[in-house]
């Protein structure tokens, strides 16, 4: 699945300073379901080039955590996805 180019700039909002912020205004602005290949591709395009998929794993597990994301385990496939919990960007 190849990605687009981001939707929104960095320097539309102050919280996007931080990758986490600025994944989850992506994810936000895509909706769908995310996986960390998906999150790893996008920061590809992102001030984060360098960015793997290791790292969007975590980003994906804190920002569940933090409430912003629900994750949907598919065991079938041995997979974890995440969604946005549908709150209006801060």
Known sequence: MSESTP???VSSMPELITRRGW??????????RWTAQRAANVLQV???PTSGRN???????????????TAWDDRT?????YTPNGKAAA
Do not use: F
């Open 77 to 81: 496939k041995n997979r974890r996805d």
């Open 55 to 69: 790292t969007a794993r975590k980003d994906l597990r804190a920002l569940a955590a933090r409430g912003e994301l």
């Open 23 to 32: 994944l989850l205004a992506e994810i936000r602005a895509r909706g769908g």
């Open 46 to 48: 992102s001030p984060w």
């Open 7 to 9: 939707t929104i700039a």
